[in-house]
């Protein structure tokens, strides 16, 4: 080949690379560009057999629950050590009388590591007994309401000007910046308890090669199995349950695990862990979460790896730009929570977050929900804006963006009253 040739072509081919690679990282939003793919049946085990019974799907859940855990989140591990858990505060007349307010420091012991994680809880008044929503907070526990007793968290935080929080400290001005988020008077109002912890306390969220947070309590050798940062909020999320169901002001069964975005998919996989969670709650969760990873729409396996390769285990890289592989979908993790009722929310301008991925694994989990309790999924197309639908499986599309809104949790006060305290709600 001729010198020119074999330059004009070596450019050639390192401009094709670069195209295609580019087209990989651009995300898609054309409905009309999804590709084929076929969801991984929730009642066919891996040997093709079918699952018929209450029997047949606790060892079909099994299956899954193990193909989760080796190649999406991670594998925790067991949990043999002691919490020791410190009042740092308690005001027994917050909220204007309303509630009853405390702090709590759960010193999780393993051997001679430890880390503590500050719990903040309001319950009603005079609870003997109340369900509880847990869920972690992105900034810290004094910016979900504008209390002034709370303390401002000491944990490493993101830098963020708006929260107040430079040289990865927050300070007082971040005080209540997170109360849309959090409507704990309307949720106390109604009969529920808030519990919620900083979630950088259980992981701070960078990839440090795994050794700060719950991560650090443990001497491991680590492979693609091993666990990422969702399963390690996700672990903390179950020690928090330890600690409340010794409270009796909590009733036990009916703690409310709830989280929004990469908390949300947090929420979904601690739901799925530990079956002591009565009532799962996945807002804007998207890609990892409730949304089907095999649409490749918005957000994708590869980008999320690329983007925070500490989230999930090092063999889900093994997808990227190459969903169809994948052996199970987000319809199997949301089975998972069954027969428990799970509420997956989505937002209209989300798109990143795919909502018509996140409807179409509510969906796809509803033959197990029909097998176990009879009941299915009440919808066949996603329905209009604003327009809940809920059976076991809850869902709504509302307008707006990614966050939480009062909206949002009046469908989740309605859904939690339905199922766990029992009474109808008509509707806000
Ligand atoms: C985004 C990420 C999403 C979602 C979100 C969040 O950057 O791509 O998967 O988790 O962050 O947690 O706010």
């Known amino acids: 080949m001729k010198k020119p040739v074999l330059i004009f072509s070596v ?18 939003y054309d409905e009309s560009k999804v590709p084929s793919y076929r969801l991984p049946d929730p009642l066919k085990f891996e040997n093709g057999g079918t699952v018929r019974n209450k029997k047949g799907w606790d060892r079909r859940r099994e299956e899954i629950f193990k ?10 591990p067991g949990w043999k050590g002691e919490i020791i858990a410190s009042e740092l505060s308690s005001d027994e007349n917050a909220l204007n009388g309303k509630a009853v307010r405390k702090e709590i420091n759960l010193t999780l012991k393993n051997g001679n590591r430890e880390l503590t994680m500050t719990m903040l809880l309001y319950m009603p008044k005079n609870s003997a007994g109340s369900p509880v929503f847990l869920g972690y907070n992105f900034y810290g526990n004094h910016t979900i309401t504008s209390e002034p007793g709370i303390a401002v968290t000491k944990s490493w935080i993101r830098n963020n000007k708006d929260y107040g929080v430079f040289e990865n400290r927050a300070s007082e001005a971040g005080r209540g910046l997170s109360s849309g988020y959090w409507p704990v008077e309307m949720i106390v109002s109604e009969g529920y308890g808030v519990a919620t912890i900083y979630y950088g306390d259980a992981d701070p969220d960078y990839d440090d ?6 991560h650090g309590l443990y001497d491991q050798e680590r492979d693609g199995t091993s666990w990422g940062t969702i399963a390690g909020w996700a672990w903390g999320l ?5 600690y409340l169901v010794t409270l009796p002001s909590v009733d036990p069964g009916r703690v409310i695990v709830m989280g929004h975005s990469r908390l949300g998919k947090t929420a979904l996989w601690a739901g799925a862990m530990d079956e002591r969670f009565a009532l799962v709650i996945s807002n804007n969760s998207g890609c990892g979460g409730a949304a089907l990873s095999k649409r490749a729409f918005g957000e994708t ?13 090092g063999n889900f890289r093994k997808y990227n730009e190459k969903e169809e592989l994948l052996p199970v979908d987000q319809h199997q993790l949301i089975a998972l929570i069954a027969p428990r009722p799970v509420y997956v929310a989505s937002a209209e301008e989300d798109q990143w977050a795919d909502p018509r991925g996140e409807f179409l694994s509510c969906a796809g989990a509803s033959p197990v929900y029909k097998l176990l309790t009879g009941e299915t999924f009440p919808a066949d197309d996603m329905p ?41 709600r008509a509707t806000f």
């Not at 090669?209 to 719950?214: D, I, K, L």
């Not at 179950?238 to 330890?242: L, N, P, V």
């Not at 396996?301 to 285990?313: L, T």
Request: charged fraction near 15%; glycine fraction near 8%.
């Open 11 to 28: 450019i050639l081919f390192l401009v094709n690379i670069y195209f295609l690679k580019g087209q990989q990282f651009v995300a898609n």
């Open 67 to 76: 193909i989760f855990e080796n190649e999406v989140y991670g594998v925790a």
């Open 209 to 214: 090669g795994f050794h700060n947070g719950v």
């Open 238 to 242: 179950s020690r928090a349950m330890d």
């Open 301 to 313: 396996v590869g980008s999320i790896n690329r983007s925070f390769p500490h989230w999930f285990c």
């Open 384 to 424: 209009p804006l604003n327009s809940p639908v809920m059976s076991r499986i809850g869902y709504h599309i509302r307008t707006g963006g990614h966050a939480v809104t009062l909206y949002d949790w009046q469908q989740y006060l309605r859904f939690a009253d339905m199922h766990l305290q029992k009474k109808e």
